[in-house]
């Protein structure tokens, strides 16, 4: 019989190291719990203490469950930045430079974490952008917290910048070059910056995806099903070999409500699951804009009198709006919660996306397009109404509305992802675009149908035998193989 610590040595000791983003730190998190699922493996988040503060609750729980995951913090780079102001959700926008001067110093550390604990793998964010002697020894596999259609997209896109750059007219639409599936085409307004203007990004794009091909191998949170042309093409040209493994939100149970939230009391709790409860299956429109969100004053007066206009339903979640939300008398049009009433709920702060999303009333998901809100939506068989506002977010409304048909666009006028050429879309346009959605017979009934096919798909991914359960147990039996051998060599010297 083995000793306690003969056992544990012989387990697989994981690493993960996400990117300063709570877009980033979540499914990874997540990921880390289903590595904890698995007999004989051990995962360690590595986190600043802020950053872990939000997963605190998660991992507990999961403790609680039998499949403990491991915290190990290291201190956050000094940048100038106040305490406990570690990640993109908790700064403003004239700050992100700050964080991207942490990407670059975190790896010093990092290297000191490897080297004195000695895991038999690492998992790290792909913006993290380290030089292979960093992981001497160790597999190191890199982690996608976006799917194969918009980091192919934007890696082709990437390839042909300086033309890009050349194009005057931001509405004037850019193909994207080599790529799988359906032509698909974004105005140049709609791009992510760096592909249409010098950013720190754009230099090192061409570093990171070299360093991702000298990698062991990528893990991503999609699912072969959602985006298979995409996958596929992924596997043959961008990596030695990857391993879709999601939707990774669907690893939660009853724990959906605390996902991420860090512990956060949001008025009351589960106030929003208990009113949703009062509502008729499908009747609810759900607004969230991500945690990176930076409205106007006038966008969201016209966000609340779109809404009014729209006669349905809706829970609006102003996550990442806290100044905002906290200034409501500049932008709430007079007497406006009290018209809405009992048919419209307003939550400040965080809010259980996940089972918000997985609850029977929502019946349409007004959403940003970040990659882990459509993926939740898609895994709960929400439709989605789409306002992308940054980063990729128009990029996966392509996929959204082009390619999967589960949503429409809110808003057909000139877009962009630059904060000074933002326009107002009208309160009038958004009620229209809701309203229109929601009934019966119109334009969602199509998107209904689709997004009910891919929950399906999404549930059936992640069980035995689904695509992603193979490869997320394919990816811990290589890792586990190579412990083995790695032993069996030591021992052979």
């Not at 001497?136 to 982690?143: K, L, S, V």
Request: hydrophobic content about 40%; proline content about 7%; charged content about 25%.
């Amino acid at each position: 019989m083995a000793s306690a610590t003969e056992e544990e040595a012989s387990k697989l000791r994981v690493f993960f190291i996400p990117f300063f983003a709570p877009g980033h730190i979540i499914p990874m998190t997540d990921l880390a719990r289903l590595f904890a699922a698995r007999p004989g493996v051990e995962p360690t988040m590595v986190l600043t203490p802020a950053n872990a503060a939000r997963i605190r609750p998660t991992l507990d729980r999961s403790a609680a469950d039998g499949h403990p995951v491991r915290l190990l913090l290291y201190p956050f780079p000094s940048v100038g930045l106040p305490p406990g102001v570690e990640n993109l959700a908790t700064i403003t926008p004239s700050e992100v430079s700050r964080v991207s001067e942490a990407v670059a110093l975190a790896p010093d550390t990092h290297d000191q974490l490897l080297r004195h604990h000695r895991p038999d793998a690492v998992i790290v964010d792909f913006y993290f952008r380290w030089t292979t002697t960093i992981a001497a020894g160790i597999p190191r596999i890199i982690f996608h917290a976006i799917g194969g259609f918009p980091y192919l997209a934007m890696n082709n896109l990437h390839k042909i910048r300086y033309k890009i750059r050349e194009v005057e007219n931001g509405s004037e639409p850019i193909a994207v070059p080599d790529f799988p599936g359906p032509s698909i085409k974004i105005p140049k307004s709609e791009l992510p910056d760096f592909l249409h203007s010098p950013k720190p990004l754009t230099e090192k794009w061409d570093r990171l995806t070299e360093l991702q091909m000298e990698s062991y191998g990528v893990v991503a949170n999609t699912f072969h099903e959602l985006e298979p042309e995409y996958c596929d093409h992924f596997r043959k040209v961008d990596c030695k070999r990857a391993w879709f493994v999601g939707p990774v939100a669907l690893s939660y149970g009853e724990g959906a409500a605390e996902r991420g939230g860090g512990g956060t009391v949001v008025e009351g709790g589960n106030r929003c699951l208990k009113w949703l409860d009062t509502k008729g299956e499908g009747s609810v429109v759900f607004v969230c804009f991500g945690s990176w969100c930076h409205f106007t004053a006038e966008q969201l007066r016209e966000i609340a009198v779109g809404l009014e206009a729209s006669g349905k339903a809706f829970l609006w979640a102003m996550r990442g709006t806290t100044e905002d939300a906290a200034k409501t008398e500049e932008w709430m049009p007079e007497g406006w919660e009290e018209r809405v009433g009992e048919w419209g709920l307003v939550v400040r702060g965080w809010a259980p996306q996940v089972a918000i999303l997985e609850h029977k009333a929502v019946g349409a998901f007004l959403t940003h397009c970040g990659w882990n809100s459509v993926l939740e939506a898609a895994a709960a068989g929400v439709p989605m109404l789409t306002w992308p506002l940054v980063f990729e977010q128009f990029i996966n409304e392509r996929l959204v509305v082009e390619v999967m048909g589960v949503g429409k666009r809110v808003w057909d006028g000139f877009r962009s992802t630059l904060a000074e050429e933002k326009v107002v879309v009208p309160g009038e346009a958004i009620g229209r675009a809701v309203s229109g959605f929601m009934e019966p017979g119109a334009d969602g009934e199509s998107a209904r149908r689709r997004a009910k096919e891919y929950a399906a798909m999404a549930r059936a991914a992640v069980v035995e035998g689904g695509s992603a359960h193979r490869d997320l147990c394919g990816l811990i039996d290589e890792l586990v193989a190579k412990k083995k051998d790695r032993k069996k060599a030591v021992q052979g010297r």
